[in-house]
């Protein structure tokens, strides 16, 4: 009879090792940013803020959420969502293999494009002529996706040697600056304050290879942490915040009013 209980608490044991269920609710949500451009910057008081925080900080209010929030780099968060280390992260783009780990919750649009430096804008003129040409590099930030049409023409350059993968989008920026690279790929949250902190004003051209390749972009959040639920509740509350006017707003508050009306379009 001892026997047989024991063999009872160890196969319970063993079945209570599996993994927990998702919580309900966003109380203590551990939340990873990334640095990139309005999206999430420096301030000049030296605090954090942009579009991500700004729209996490009001998903946060409207539902009484408690944030945890840290900041690393791109590729770490993804590792962090996969194992199961962070509840969210921001301005994601969905693709299968993303959706496996996470559900995603839109709240911006936009699109890639390339920056050239100014002097090259009149013979680079589309993506076969930069292709063509040995001499041309383009730095990227490591993990990004761009789109289908960029993502081809950048796989055929990674196999001749010519993209430089960077960690940030400082980083990346400064390869451009210093012309270490010929162009860089890059979205308008992107360029918008870096153009200024980097003292690039006047010095490269945007080029609109891919006119056709806008991408949605929102919160991902863990499927292994966060249940259905919780998730369905931050999509009605970014409804809400879009037909307020709310994410308009915080859109404009780090961009500019013509490009808040574009990124609304979701």
Same mark, same amino acid.
């Given at each position: 009879?001892?026997?047989?209980?024991?063999?009872?608490?160890?196969?319970?044991?063993?079945?209570?090792?599996?993994?927990?269920?998702?919580r309900s609710g966003c109380q203590q949500l551990r939340?990873?940013?990334?640095?990139?451009?309005?999206?999430?910057?420096?301030?000049?008081?030296?605090?954090?803020?942009?579009?991500?925080?700004?729209?996490?900080?009001?998903? =946060?209010?409207?539902?009484?959420?408690?944030?945890?929030?840290?900041?690393?780099?791109?590729?770490? %968060?993804? =590792?962090?969502?996969? #194992? #199961?280390?962070?509840?969210?992260?921001?301005?994601?783009?969905?693709?299968?293999?993303?959706?496996?780990?996470?559900?995603?919750?839109?709240? +911006?649009? #936009?699109?890639?494009?390339?920056?050239?430096?100014?002097?090259?804008? #009149?013979?680079?003129?589309? +993506?076969?002529?930069?292709?063509?040409?040995?001499?041309?590099?383009?730095?990227?930030?490591?993990?990004?996706?761009?789109?289908?049409?960029?993502?081809?023409?950048?796989?055929?350059?990674?196999?001749?040697?010519?993209?430089?993968?960077?960690?940030?989008?400082?980083?990346? +920026?400064?390869?451009?600056?210093?012309?270490?690279?010929d162009a860089v790929m890059a979205t308008p949250t992107?360029?918008?304050?870096?153009?200024?902190?980097?003292?690039?004003?006047?010095?490269?051209s945007v080029m609109d290879w891919a006119p056709r390749?806008?991408?949605?972009?929102?919160?991902?959040?863990?499927?292994?942490?966060?249940?259905?639920?919780?998730?369905?509740?931050?999509?009605?509350? %970014?409804?809400?915040?879009?037909?307020?006017?709310?994410?308009?707003?915080?859109?404009?508050?780090?961009?500019?009013?013509?490009?808040?009306?574009? +990124?609304?379009?979701?």
């Open positions: 009879m001892l026997s047989r209980l024991i063999l009872c608490c160890t196969l319970l044991g063993v079945a209570g090792l599996g993994e927990a269920e998702p939340v990873a940013f990334y640095e990139d451009g309005a999206l999430f910057y420096r301030a000049a008081d030296g605090g954090w803020t942009g579009i991500d925080k700004d729209v996490v900080d009001e998903l =946060a209010r409207r539902l009484g959420c408690t944030i945890e929030a840290s900041v690393d780099s791109r590729v770490r %968060i993804w =590792a962090g969502l996969g #194992g #199961g280390n962070i509840d969210m992260s921001v301005s994601a783009i969905p693709l299968p293999e993303r959706e496996k780990i996470g559900r995603f919750v839109p709240y +911006m649009t #936009g699109r890639n494009f390339v920056l050239l430096h100014k002097e090259l804008s #009149g013979r680079l003129h589309n +993506m076969a002529s930069f292709l063509a040409d040995p001499q041309y590099k383009i730095a990227v930030v490591k993990s990004y996706k761009h789109g289908r049409a960029y993502e081809d023409w950048l796989s055929k350059l990674r196999a001749q040697g010519r993209v430089f993968e960077t960690a940030d989008h400082l980083s990346m +920026m400064r390869l451009f600056k210093l012309g270490r690279v992107t360029w918008y304050p870096l153009v200024k902190q980097e003292q690039l004003a006047g010095t490269y390749e806008n991408m949605v972009s929102g919160l991902i959040v863990s499927r292994r942490n966060i249940d259905e639920a919780t998730v369905a509740r931050f999509s009605q509350a %970014i409804r809400a915040m879009r037909e307020d006017g709310t994410l308009r707003r915080i859109f404009e508050r780090h961009t500019d009013a013509e490009r808040a009306g574009q +990124m609304i379009n979701f």
